[in-house]
């Protein structure tokens, strides 16, 4: 299937509590959990909807870091070609080069602030809200532009760079709803950010927002004074409701809109492995432990979302929760003996259906062979 159909890449962190681990580190922390941490990156088919390939690194490393490390492990494991869908983590312009320097097809989400995707905004911004712009299916407005792309490779065996023009397709989308809602979150965090610097209480990791947003003045008299540069602000507010896709080969809008939609499998993988698999914690004290436990949480990930897969193809969900399932075929009971065959106890019919529902043998089935 690798070649048929779009892979959606992402990450997840799993907070620690061990100072043995030689990976937990502090970072990016996406259930907000203040604790360090490792991070685990996951491939995750959207069709087949099943897990492909996984691996674990340092806590401190940001998905963007992440990209020139997979495509050299695709390539060892024989699959230099394939479809990537990422969210905007995963964007650089190095990323999006290595993509097109390794024959990858991609579909990929990018932030508004990008110079680029701000003309394209601006260009589109005055019809934007179209009625012939409207997509009824996703309840907002959509724009395809095709643009150049930059391209750049550095070639060290002839101790140049290759610059050349490739072609990419930029879709824009705006939801009114979504531009409401931006505007709050926006409006909350610079009340938060005024009174960071009210307080005298900065935090490192908001100083480039302290100077885009406020000019803070000091006098003798009054003190301390937060200005906010409005132009800044507005400048911002003028992208609100927008969301970009970049693609390589997807040039319908609407076909990007709903592969990038499905990559929300890789985020339910990663609610399996935390939730129904146990690895909110990690809950071992060394290293060759993790490996060997996040191994064989990656193989149950395989059983339990090809079996999901199943339930959902044959519509099993309206008889059955997953567990539901997987207790009626555990009262089937099964032993051996040494130098015997397989002994099964009774299948009944609808359990022996359940496992013609999985496309496997029945267990009675397996002890005949």
């Not at 937990?24 to 959207?46: E, S």
């Not at 643009?147 to 397709?169: A, N």
């Not at 339930?311 to 059955?320: A, D, G, I, P, V």
């Not at 009944?348 to 005949?368: E, G, I, N, T």
Request: charged residues 30%.
């Amino acid at each position: 299937r690798m070649h048929d159909e779009y892979w959606a890449y992402d990450s997840t962190s799993i907070s620690s509590y061990s100072e043995c681990l030689n990976q937990v580190r502090h970072g990016k922390n996406k259930d907000n959990d203040r604790l360090p941490q490792i991070n685990l990156l996951l491939l995750f088919g959207q069709k087949s909807n099943l897990p492909f390939y996984y691996r674990k690194l340092a806590g401190n490393i940001p998905d963007v870091k992440t990209m020139r490390v997979l495509l050299h492990d695709l390539d060892v494991l024989g699959y230099p070609k394939v479809k990537l869908v990422t969210d905007r983590g995963f964007y650089s312009a190095d990323n999006v080069n290595g993509l097109y320097q390794n024959h990858i097809k991609f579909l990929m989400s990018a932030g508004t602030s990008l110079s680029f995707v701000k003309k394209a905004i601006e260009s589109v911004k005055e019809t934007m809200s179209d009625w012939s712009r409207y997509d009824d299916k996703y309840d907002l407005y959509t724009y395809t532009q095709t643009i150049e792309w930059d391209y750049s490779q550095e070639r060290p065996y002839k101790g140049d760079t290759l610059k050349e023009s490739r072609r990419m397709y930029l879709h824009l989308y705006y939801n009114a709803d979504k531009a409401v809602e931006d505007g709050r979150k926006f409006n909350l965090r610079m009340m938060d950010l005024q009174q960071e610097l009210l307080s005298g209480k900065r935090k490192a990791e908001h100083e480039k927002d302290y100077g885009k947003y406020f000019e803070v003045k000091q006098t003798p008299v009054r003190g301390v004074k937060v200005v906010a540069r409005q132009q800044a602000m507005d400048e911002a507010k003028s992208r609100f409701g927008f969301f970009v896709l970049l693609s390589n080969e997807v040039k319908s809008s609407r076909i990007a809109l709903e592969i990038y939609r499905n990559k929300d499998v890789v985020e339910k993988a990663f609610g399996n492995i935390k939730e129904r698999l146990n690895g909110k914690r990690m809950l071992v004290s060394s290293d060759a432990s993790l490996e060997g436990k996040l191994f064989v949480e990656f193989i149950a990930l395989i059983y339990l979302s090809y079996i999901k897969r199943q339930m959902s193809e044959k519509n099993l969900f309206k008889q059955y929760t997953l567990q539901g399932l997987l207790d009626e075929a555990d009262l089937i009971e099964c032993y051996t003996r040494p130098g015997k065959s397989l002994t099964v106890g009774e299948v009944l019919h609808k359990q022996r259906q359940l496992f013609k529902d999985m496309d496997v043998l029945s267990p009675d089935a397996v002890a005949s062979l």
